[in-house]
């Protein structure tokens, strides 16, 4: 599972003491099990990115990139699907769409061979967008399976956020009244461990919309569910479920190769 961090200032510049501490959080933490590249961008649409392991020494260099912008989203990449190179390193960008997605997901089309899948999703939704982009996001998760967290800056600068079947816990920070944001909720107490956050977990399969109003739902959305049992159809005897994820198959695998070293030992 990738990992995600977030900051979003409701008065136009971000906190920078904020913002480090997110980032020290996001190595001590978060760095270790997603090693697999790191990117960061903001609201100008700026992007920095690397197919190295987020260190300590990366930290300056963001900060000082940008200490100035309204909002950055950070992400740690845990390879599923795609090679580990830069240009699979999130943020992708495409037509002045930039996506960030923690997840697995299978498109109806794919665009670029040896792309990630993450990668595929953005220009699957950028295919729908007739100049609706919450539409084009609906349209385009109801013919894709998996699994999502998945921050979207579009070609109209709007700020959305949507997930199914992965983890995000936004937070406010009482005394500045920033947003932060992160995909497991203790890096948020670690990040912040002396301040009052009012803590709010977005649900799932609905669309948000990211403004100096907060986080405000936008939409709902369905994504493709596949059937098991002999049959994709819903009137068959096949059981609905939702496809098994290329993340969770790798996990599965994990953990029967973490066994069978336990009882070797």
Not at 82 to 89: L, P
Not at 147 to 175: A, C, M, N, P, W
Not at 201 to 222: C, H, L, M, N, W
Request: hydrophobic share 30%.
């Amino acid at each position: 599972m990738c990992e995600i961090f977030f900051q979003y200032s409701k008065s136009g510049r971000i906190n920078t003491q904020a913002l480090v501490s997110l980032l020290f959080t996001a190595v001590r933490e978060a760095s270790h099990n997603n090693s697999d590249g790191f990117g960061v961008f903001n609201e100008e649409k700026q992007v920095l990115k690397s197919s190295d392991k987020l260190e300590y020494d990366h930290i300056n260099r963001i900060v000082e990139e940008f200490k100035g912008s309204k909002f950055v989203v950070i992400h740690l990449r845990m390879a599923t699907q795609g090679e580990v190179a830069k240009r699979n390193s999130h943020p992708f960008k495409h037509r002045e769409n930039v996506l960030v997605h923690n997840g697995s997901v299978d498109t109806p089309k794919r665009f670029e061979k040896g792309r990630a899948d993450s990668y595929q999703l953005l220009r699957e939704i950028h295919r729908r967008k007739d100049g609706d982009t919450v539409q084009a996001i609906r349209d385009s998760l109801r013919k894709t399976s998996g699994s999502v967290s998945v921050f979207l800056h579009d070609y109209k600068d709007d700020l959305y956020y949507f997930r199914d079947t992965s983890d995000f816990t936004f937070g406010e920070i009482e005394e500045t009244g920033e947003i932060v944001g992160a995909t497991r909720r203790r890096r948020l107490h670690s990040a912040f461990p002396n301040t009052r956050l009012e803590l709010f977990t977005p649900s799932e399969q609905e669309i948000y919309k990211i403004t100096d109003e907060g986080v405000v739902k936008a939409d709902r959305f369905e994504m493709k569910t596949l059937y098991r049992g002999g049959t994709d159809s819903v009137y068959g005897h096949g059981r609905r479920v939702t496809g098994e994820t290329d993340y969770e198959k790798w996990r599965k695998k994990r953990r029967n190769e973490e066994l069978e070293e336990f009882w070797k030992k």
